[in-house]
T-cell receptor
């Protein structure tokens, strides 16, 4: 089956730092999305980004579909950014989740 | 828009009882909903695809007789964990696709099930 690897698995930052999260797919996917899972478990849609680049405030994402990877940039991180970040893509009509990056931002 | 609710948010039950979890799309219609399970510090794993008016499609290794899914309307899908045992303790999350934005899924807040 398809493998979706995210890196790094864990990331610890001080408030104000920038970071880049990566998502690699072993096969082509459609409908790539990025999510933030907050400490209470709620998945929050960050980006729907099958290709190209999008920006939303301090967050931006880039997907290079031909090379099967996507990047999530977080600038000027805040403590509220803490949680787990997942990428997910549709493969054979199913949304397949990545392994996740656990981010902790300290004041 | 695109809000999905789940109820209950947390349930603790004794081994052998059945638990029903509801998933509702509040402001859109969803002919397709999905049920996921997430164990601590792990990713989400798809359990089944719930289709309005027809039988659910289960992923390999998921017992259809243990995890009963009913999708009776365009805004409601239910997951019943029958005869729950401690190994069924997990975080269950549903999602729905807005038929107008079929490519993007929106997720409920999840239900934390603890079986004693």
């Amino acid at each position: 089956g398809i493998q979706v690897e995210q890196s790094p698995p864990d990331l610890i930052l001080q408030e104000g730092a920038n970071s880049t999260l990566r998502c690699n797919f072993s096969d082509s996917v459609n409908n790539l999305q990025w999510f933030h899972q907050n400490p209470w478990g709620q998945l929050i849609n960050l980006f729907y980004i099958p290709s190209g680049t999008k920006q939303n405030g301090r967050l931006s994402a880039t997907t290079v579909a031909t090379e099967r990877y996507s990047l999530l940039y977080i600038s000027s991180s805040q403590t509220t950014d803490s949680g787990v970040y997942f990428c997910a893509g549709t493969y054979t009509d199913k949304l397949i989740f990545g392994t996740g990056t656990r981010l902790q931002v300290f004041p | 828009g695109a809000v999905v609710s789940q109820h209950p948010s947390r349930v603790i039950c004794k081994s052998g009882t059945s638990v029903k979890i509801e998933c509702r799309s509040l402001d859109f219609q969803a002919t397709t909903m999905f049920w996921y399970r997430q164990f601590p510090k792990q990713s989400l794993m798809l359990m089944a695809t719930s289709n309005e008016g027809s039988k659910a499609t289960y992923e390999q290794g998921v017992e259809k007789d243990k995890f009963l899914i009913n999708h009776a309307s365009l805004t409601l899908s239910t997951l019943t964990v029958t005869s729950a045992h401690p190994e069924d303790s997990s975080f269950y999350i549903c999602s729905a696709r807005d038929e107008e934005w079929i490519d993007e899924q929106f997720f409920g807040p999840g239900t934390r099930l603890t079986v004693l």
